[in-house]
């Protein structure tokens, strides 16, 4: 059990890590999807790839892992209202990427078990 939670937290470290850049590095497609009705689109994007970045540093220390799986679940939470949207717009393209009413169904879906792989690393 050891050797698979050191792999599903270095996979969680990579995909934040990851994704917090990716807000940086194509910010137009994580603009794109925010609702009209969140203030300040521009700043939500760079706080939340802020937050990811952040947070996925903070799962690679086992003093700091806790306070980054508290907020990962409540970073997930809060984009719950980007995913949900996406599902009424859909079918809908973002960038090359052609995101479907299933697509953005299971994007949704997907946000409770990605709250639960984190919270097993809360210790």
Known sequence: MHKLKNVSIGVLVLGYFGA????????????????????????????????????ALMLTFSKTRTIAVWGIILMLAAFMPVHIQM????????????????????RVLLQPVLMVWVWWHRK
Do not use: Q, R
């Open 87 to 106: 599902v009424i717009d859909a079918p809908f393209m973002l960038g090359s990427l052609h995101v479907t009413k299933l697509g953005a169904w299971i």
């Open 20 to 55: 917090g850049i990716n807000h940086f590095v194509h910010p137009e497609g994580y603009i794109h999807i925010i609702p009209a009705y969140i203030p300040f689109p521009k700043l939500m994007n760079v706080l939340a790839g802020s937050f990811e970045v952040l947070f």
